[in-house]
């Protein structure tokens, strides 16, 4: 083996750290170039978070529809009140401060929903019942007619005696007022099965609310 002179170690000494120096630069730039695409994707990423957020939309609660209802009869505190729309009789009752001694709840619905302009009227027990005998004593005495006979506190008995209204009609108005709530007008005698237009007319200064 021919013997290596010193010039020789030099050369290829230099030649392997020149080989180290350019393997060391072209790692260092592969590595350069793989962080820059996640940087990159991190960067686009926060970018289209903030531009997602900033364009985001907020949905505003509805506020809540509206119902005045006029409560009266046999309550602490009879008036007009405001309610959410679609809450019950029994919350209109409450608001009003609540039930009269003497009421009669059972003769409302108290589970029915309440809705903008309605009237609901809590009666009291037996208080169209004495209105009636009343005005018959009178009537057979020669005074003034008969009372008008209420159709949000009359009972089954009292609405019998109307013309034309027998016992089983006078079962459906009483189930039209627990249903709705009472009566808001005259002409809702009109939805009753069995009375048509001209039924309801006479009836009409024979009944009221």
Do not use: M, W, Y
């Given at each position: 083996m021919p013997a290596v002179?010193?010039?020789?170690l030099v050369a290829y000494a230099l030649?392997?750290?020149?080989?180290?120096?350019?393997r060391v630069r072209f790692m260092h730039g592969q590595a350069r170039g793989s962080a820059a695409p996640a940087s990159a994707a991190s960067a686009s990423a926060t970018r289209s978070g903030a531009e997602s957020g900033s364009g985001s939309v907020r949905l505003e609660p509805r506020p809540a529809a509206v119902a005045l209802v006029h409560v009266a009869g046999a309550v602490r505190s009879p008036g007009v009140y405001?309610?959410?729309?679609?809450e019950r009789v029994q919350d209109a009752v409450r608001r009003a401060g609540g039930p009269r001694a003497g009421a009669d709840l059972n003769a409302?619905?108290?589970?029915?929903?309440v809705a903008d302009?309605?009237?609901?009227?809590?009666?009291?027990?037996?208080?169209?019942?004495?209105?009636?005998?009343?005005?018959?004593a009178a009537g057979e005495a020669g005074g003034p007619?008969?009372?008008?006979?209420?159709?949000?506190?009359?009972?089954?008995?009292?609405?019998?005696?109307?013309d034309g209204v027998g016992p089983a009609t006078a079962s459906k108005i009483l189930d039209y007022r627990?249903?709705?709530?009472?009566?808001?007008?005259?002409?809702?005698?009109?939805?009753i099965p069995g009375i048509g237009p001209k039924r309801l007319a006479a009836l009409r200064g024979k009944v009221q609310l």
């Open positions: 002179t010193r010039p020789q030649a392997a750290l020149i080989v180290v120096v350019l405001r309610l959410r729309d679609g409302l619905n108290l589970a029915a929903k302009g309605q009237q609901v009227v809590v009666p009291r027990r037996g208080a169209a019942g004495d209105a009636t005998v009343a005005g018959t007619p008969q009372a008008p006979v209420s159709l949000n506190t009359a009972t089954a008995e009292q609405l019998d005696t109307l627990r249903q709705h709530g009472g009566f808001r007008s005259i002409d809702d005698l009109g939805e």
